[in-house]
């Protein structure tokens, strides 16, 4: 149906969508019914206009060996506009001829002036060229290495050069075809566009919207999938930082990650940092970027890399993950049993298994890992062994991070914690992790007149047993729940159900999962 004066046309994550003029972004989300949380933020793009459009110089061209971009040298020379007037015609095109100097796809029919003389070109050049000198004959030229040769190209030669993905270039053979070929706009040079939370914002007629970006998770890379799926485990990325190559997001800055996955940092990338200054920070590219080898590929955008490029410091992003996270820490063998049968993986139980059972390690580990080998181990406790705590981030930052980086409550939804010492009514704990060589524990939230019992705290650098945590059942006036002074004392939070420590016993293990303040 034709579009009238009181409609408008917009594009939502690429499907269509027919409004009232007036209408607001939270409409078009209401209609598309698009994926998106409350609080992220939306892109959005007009229609680039054509002047923009004409001066377009880089294309992406897609084979089934990869994706590789040229560059065109003169947008205004012949072969740069034929170039312009006619690429999509190039599609479905396979390498029609190869040789150790060059390859061609082909042929088509095109409105060149064939030379007969001999031309010089470089590795990786680009030009048309006509066999027998016929233009109804006319290829696609890509040299691979320097020569000189008589291809039939129009007086001006030259027109683009591979600037990205030349190995790809140098791996095509006679059954390979050009899949797909699109214009990379400079989106920086675009000046209608927005990122934005306003719902209210009214939308215009040719708006493309994109609401939430999708990720496929590489299994080469089990770990590190991992980190990214506790990074956006409410479904939500934070962007920390923006630069014109990526955007970053900081919030497991500090968490080793193993480098598991050498490969390009293609756009839509996502990498981790595994050494050096920000280990541990999630990267997403923007642009192509080479390997490198302190970044380990973890997965790729593969819908939605509008939105990354849009996106501005400080906001949200809605994601989701492909495949989803297998979550079984924290619930049932009766939860997670039939879920975990739905996509043909075997359970196999393991320690407690009775009625109130509740899982707290698992064998895989990773969820990528899990759906590899087809099957897990899940070693379950009783609930009651299974404590609740409240953390306190915004009074001691640093030690709670600290604790939830001894207890890999970054990246797990359980945390395990041995038993150190017992005494009257303290409980101390030594995390498995060796925190303290490489975490401060600067004197922070120290008490003033009690500590309540319940309360957590840590020893902090001011006395000798630095890192210990403890926990004490009943209040007290003179000393931290570690047996420190107060000075001595750091307090990171509360347990929920301090009476589940009663019956444990030096040696033993507790594990601890993060509540939130109702």
């Given at each position: 149906?034709?579009?009238?004066?009181?409609?408008?046309?917009?594009?939502?994550?690429?499907?269509?969508?027919?409004?009232?003029?007036?209408?607001?972004?939270?409409?078009?989300?209401?209609?598309?019914?698009?994926?998106?949380?409350?609080?992220?933020?939306?892109?959005?793009?007009?229609?680039?206009?054509?002047?923009?459009?004409?001066?377009?110089?880089?294309?992406?061209?897609?084979?089934?060996?990869?994706?590789?971009?040229?560059?065109?040298?003169?947008?205004?020379?012949?072969?740069?506009?034929?170039?312009?007037?006619?690429?999509?015609?190039?599609?479905?095109?396979?390498?029609?001829?190869?040789?150790?100097?060059?390859?061609?796809?082909?042929?088509?029919?095109?409105?060149?002036?064939?030379?007969?003389?001999?031309?010089?070109?470089?590795?990786?050049?680009?030009?048309?060229?006509?066999?027998?000198?016929?233009?109804?004959?006319?290829?696609?030229?890509?040299?691979?290495?320097?020569?000189?040769?008589?291809?039939?190209?129009?007086?001006?030669?030259?027109?683009?050069?591979?600037?990205?993905?030349?190995?790809?270039?140098?791996?095509?053979?006679?059954?390979?075809?050009?899949?797909?070929?699109?214009?990379?706009?400079?989106?920086?040079?675009?000046?209608?566009?927005?990122?934005?939370?306003?719902?209210?914002?009214?939308?215009?007629?040719?708006?493309?919207?994109?609401?939430?970006?999708?990720?496929?998770?590489?299994?080469?890379a089990p770990r590190g999938a991992e980190n990214f799926y506790a990074l956006t485990r409410e479904g939500t990325l934070n962007v920390d930082v923006t630069t014109s190559s990526f955007i970053s997001d900081d919030s497991l800055k500090g968490e080793t990650t193993p480098y598991e996955n050498f490969e390009p940092r293609r756009e839509g990338a996502i990498s981790v940092r595994t050494v050096g200054y920000g280990?541990?920070?999630?990267?997403?590219?923007?642009?192509?970027?080479?390997?490198?080898?302190?970044?380990?590929?973890?997965?790729?955008?593969?819908?939605?890399?509008e939105l990354i490029k849009l996106a501005e410091e400080g906001q949200k992003l809605s994601v989701e993950c492909l495949p989803p996270q297998i979550v079984l820490l924290g619930h049932s063998f009766e939860d997670v049993e039939p879920v975990l049968s739905s996509i043909g993986v075997e359970l196999i139980k393991d320690g407690y298994t009775g009625e109130d059972a509740v899982i707290v390690s698992q064998d895989p580990p990773t969820t990528l890992e899990i759906l590899g080998e087809a099957k897990v181990t899940a070693y379950a406790v009783s609930r009651d062994k299974l404590i609740e705590i409240e953390l306190y981030p915004e009074k001691a930052p640093k030690s709670v991070d600290f604790f939830r980086h001894g207890l890999e409550l970054k990246t797990k939804t359980v945390g395990k914690l041995p038993v150190y010492m017992i005494y009257d009514d303290t409980y101390l704990f030594k995390t498995e992790k060796e925190v303290v060589k490489y975490k401060e524990i600067l004197p922070e939230n120290t008490p003033t007149d009690k500590v309540l019992g319940g309360e957590i705290g840590i020893t902090n650098q001011a006395a000798k047993r630095m890192g210990i945590i403890g926990v004490r059942l009943g209040d007290d006036e003179l000393f931290g729940p570690t047996g420190e002074r107060f000075s001595s004392t750091n307090i990171v939070g509360r347990i929920v159900n301090p009476e589940k420590l009663l019956g444990v016993k030096e040696g033993d293990t507790v594990y601890v999962t993060e509540t939130v303040r109702k």
């Open positions: 149906m034709p579009i009238t004066s009181n409609e408008i046309s917009v594009e939502v994550n690429g499907e269509k969508y027919t409004l009232s003029a007036g209408s607001t972004l939270g409409d078009a989300l209401k209609v598309s019914r698009a994926p998106y949380i409350a609080g992220t933020a939306v892109g959005i793009l007009k229609e680039a206009a054509k002047e923009k459009t004409e001066t377009v110089t880089e294309y992406a061209i897609n084979t089934p060996r990869g994706e590789f971009r040229i560059e065109i040298k003169n947008p205004e020379s012949p072969s740069g506009k034929l170039w312009a007037e006619h690429f999509k015609e190039y599609e479905g095109k396979s390498v029609h001829w190869a040789s150790p100097e060059a390859l061609a796809f082909g042929p088509f029919e095109a409105e060149i002036k064939p030379s007969r003389e001999t031309g010089s070109f470089e590795a990786f050049e680009v030009m048309f060229g006509a066999g027998g000198f016929d233009p109804h004959n006319t290829h696609l030229i890509f040299s691979l290495k320097r020569h000189t040769a008589e291809y039939g190209t129009p007086e001006d030669g030259v027109f683009a050069e591979v600037v990205t993905g030349r190995k790809i270039i140098s791996r095509l053979s006679r059954e390979d075809t050009i899949l797909g070929i699109e214009p990379i706009i400079e989106w920086e040079q675009i000046s209608e566009k927005t990122c934005t939370t306003d719902l209210s914002l009214l939308l215009e007629d040719g708006n493309k919207i994109f609401t939430y970006f999708e990720v496929e998770l590489s299994r080469n280990l541990g920070r999630t990267y997403i590219s923007r642009e192509e970027r080479p390997s490198s080898l302190v970044h380990s590929i973890v997965g790729q955008v593969t819908k939605g890399i």
